[in-house]
């Protein structure tokens, strides 16, 4: 991991020690304070993994208000991609705060949004002519995207996948999977939206070797009879599920997908919310089956945690919607706008993407190695720096959730931040910003073997 560790040198700010440090419980009393602080100020609905008092991030670490510097494998969810504060991101968004902090692109428009979308229509895959908007939220961009591709082909039908997740406003809820906690009790959902199965290897009924093509042909099969090849307005994916486990469909579902749309009349739509920016290695997930996407939905890691969103696709898709039909106040906002033309030269300067690929080969092979001799992690999977293990009953592929919530907390206790996902609540994922210095991804994975391995 040297040359590794030389490219995080050049590219982090050296402002805070790249250490792991527990001086106290974790939480430790400042953090707890603030968590009995905000039991009466912010409402029980929303939750946080590890109720800390964060008070400083940089590179691979958060301190909190006690003094614990923690190893962060979370990245605020696959967003801090360059790193938390990185350098050139804040110069650019604090030169820009003190010309000016808002016009409303749809008021008076600036060239910041312009040079993002520009931007954006440059990297994402595919060399046709492209259009991009900027909106807020990933829930924001994914709704966006739906509202094109019913626009742009008269249709309605949205078909979206077992374990997706998509956001959590009333559409983006809809067509997300999962009914705890993100659906339950907030219905009614949205009309048109029909859900397929996935090619889910681990859990493919027959196994993984053919899953791909046999879950497409089901997926197929089922748009055509139930609602009608002529009635799909989209097919919506993530190239690798996020909140549903890191599940990476196995290798052929996408293409026959996207092939099924292209000659149904129907819009293959990516949302690349958590998987884009560099994360898995590609600068964009579905690159890595060569698909092609007519839309692509982006956020998390666009603007290193300025809140930005877009959705990208083909100009004549884009282009269809009547003048005034898209847009919203913020979207585009300047400062986001800066700071992701920030990330932007950073992931491009710095070949982000080709370190991604260097921590998953440090983390798979270990964790593989692991899996081998604790027969609790049934599955070890994902691509560059987006890693999960999902854990097990041994000698079944019964979900374990308690397992998993206890290797989590003993993580936490022993600073190092891991995230848990999946429809069963039974995966450990892992989501290292892609300038953790090699030391610190080392010490991690020690850590997460003494807590699988040992109580
Ligand atoms: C996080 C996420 C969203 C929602 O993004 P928000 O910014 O939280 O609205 C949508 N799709 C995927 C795949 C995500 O991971």
Partial sequence: MDSQDTTLREIGSGRLPQERRVVTDIPGPNSRALAERRKSAVAQGVGSVLPVQVTDADGGVIVDADGNSLIDFGSGIAVTNVGNANPRVVERVKAQVERFTHTCFMVAPYESYVAVCERLNRITPGDHEKRSILVNSGAEAVENAVKIARYATGRQAVVVLDHGYHGRTLL??????????????????????????????????????????????????????????????????????????????????????????????????????????????????????????????????IAGGLPLAAVTGRAEIMDAVHAGGLGGTYGGNPLACEAALAVLEEIEEHDLAGRARGIGAVMLPRLRALAERLPAIGDVRGRGAMIAIELVRPGTKDPDPALTAEVARRCHARGLLVLTAGTYGNVLRFLPPLVIPGHLLEEGLDILEEALSHP
Avoid at 223 to 252: H, W
């Fill in 172 to 301: 983006t809820m809809t067509l997300t999977a999962k009914n705890m906690p993100y659906k339950h009790g907030f219905g009614p959902y949205a009309p048109e939206v029909y859900r397929m199965p996935l090619a889910y290897p681990y859990r493919w009924p027959t196994g993984p070797d053919g899953c791909g093509p046999e879950a497409a042909a089901q997926a197929i099969d089922q748009i055509t009879k139930q609602i009608g090849a002529e009635n799909l307005a989209a097919v919506l994916v993530e190239p690798i599920q996020g909140e549903g486990g890191f599940i990476e469909p196995a290798p052929g579902f996408l293409p026959a997908l996207a092939e099924f749309c292209r000659t149904s009349g129907a819009l293959f739509i990516a949302d690349e919310v958590q998987t884009g920016f560099a994360r898995t290695g590609d600068l964009f997930a579905c690159e890595h089956e060569g698909v092609v996407p007519d839309l692509i939905a982006t956020a998390k890691g």
